[in-house]
C-alpha cells in the first residue's frame, strides 16, 4: 500500500488510466471520433474484459457459464426487461471485444465448427446493442443513445479497438492479457 489504497485498487487505477489514454488517442487523434461518452465506454470495456469471468459473465438458468455467442442469444431470447438488456448489450461487448482486440481469435472459434461457426459477429454485435437500446435501461449505466451509437458505429469501433491493441502491443509486445 503505496498511497494508503490496496495494491489491487493501485493496479485497477493504473490500468484504468492506461486504457483511457490509449483509447482516447486511438479514437480521437487517430480516428477522429470526439465522442467522449463512446470512448469512455470502450475504454471500460477493455478494463472489464482484462478478467475472464466479466468476458463470460452471461450464465444459463442453471448457473452454466456460457461461452458461445449462440447460446447467450438463447438466454436473451428466454429473460425479459432489464435482465434481457442486459444479456444483450454482453453480446454486443462480447461481439465487439472479441472482432477489434483479438479477431484472430474470433475467427479461430468461427473454423472450431462450435455453434457459433456460422454467426458473422459484427452483424449480430450491431443487432444486439439496437436491441438493447430499445429496453428501458431502469438505471443501468449505459444510456439507450450510447447503444444505439455502438450499433450504428460498429465497424469503426472494432477498427478503434485494433489500434489500442496495436499501440499495446508496440510498447509491451507482452501486454494486458486475459487473467483466466
Known amino acids: 500500500m503505496q498511497d494508503g489504497r490496496p495494491e489491487e485498487e493501485q493496479r485497477a487505477s493504473a490500468l484504468?488510466?492506461?486504457?483511457?489514454g490509449?483509447?482516447?488517442?486511438?479514437?480521437?487523434a487517430e480516428l477522429g471520433v470526439a465522442d467522449p461518452p463512446l470512448v469512455d465506454y470502450v475504454a471500460e470495456l477493455l478494463l472489464r474484459f482484462v478478467r475472464s469471468e466479466e468476458v463470460f459473465n452471461v450464465r444459463s438458468v442453471r448457473?452454466?457459464?456460457?461461452?458461445?455467442?449462440?447460446?447467450?442469444?438463447?438466454?436473451?431470447?428466454?429473460?425479459?426487461g432489464a435482465a434481457r438488456r442486459r444479456v444483450?448489450?454482453?453480446?454486443g461487448d462480447f461481439t465487439l471485444f472479441w472482432t477489434g482486440v483479438y479477431?484472430?481469435?474470433?475467427e479461430r472459434i468461427r473454423r472450431a465448427g462450435g455453434k457459433d461457426a456460422l454467426l458473422n459477429y459484427q452483424e449480430l454485435g450491431k443487432r444486439n446493442y439496437l436491441a438493447a437500446s430499445q429496453i428501458p435501461d431502469e438505471g443501468e449505466s449505459a444510456p439507450a443513445e450510447l447503444l444505439q451509437r455502438l450499433s450504428d458505429q460498429f465497424e469503426l469501433c472494432a477498427y478503434g479497438l485494433s489500434e489500442v491493441r496495436r499501440m499495446w502491443s508496440e510498447a509491451d509486445p507482452a501486454g494486458p492479457q486475459i487473467i483466466v
Not at 479477431?103 to 474470433?106: G, L, N
Open 16 to 20: 484504468r488510466r492506461y486504457f483511457a
Open 22 to 28: 490509449l483509447t482516447e488517442y486511438a479514437f480521437e
Open 63 to 80: 448457473g452454466q457459464r456460457l461461452t458461445q455467442v449462440a447460446d447467450m442469444l438463447a438466454e436473451a431470447t428466454a429473460r425479459r
Open 88 to 91: 444483450l448489450r454482453h453480446i
Open 103 to 106: 479477431p484472430d481469435i474470433a
